[in-house]
């Protein structure tokens, strides 16, 4: 498997209140939190779909990337709650 970033995908209502799960600055807060591959000839900008299979256009990046943590989670641990089984089960693989 190549380089995987991990990706957002927002609630679409917005936040009413400040929660663990709200980054500063984000109006939104992560419905999911999902791998996906990165464009060919890139190791910054994602493909166009997850790998559960979600359109990507809309989904912020995060700043952890799996391969800088190889001993940890492929997602960071504060959205382990938050975590698409689909795209755990294909990054468990």
Do not use: I, Q
Request: charged fraction near 25%; aromatic fraction near 6%.
């Amino acid at each position: 498997m190549g380089e995987m970033l991990v990706v957002y995908e927002l609630d679409k209502a917005l936040a009413t209140r400040v929660s663990p799960r709200v980054s500063p600055g984000e109006e939104r807060p992560v419905r999911r939190v999902h791998a996906a591959p990165c464009a060919p000839g890139t190791r910054t900008a994602t493909g166009p779909r997850t790998l559960c299979g979600k359109d990507t256009f809309a989904m912020p990046t995060a700043c952890w990337k799996p391969s800088g943590h190889p001993e940890a989670s492929w997602y960071p641990e504060e959205y382990a709650s938050a975590v698409c089984p689909d795209c755990d089960a294909v990054m468990e693989a």
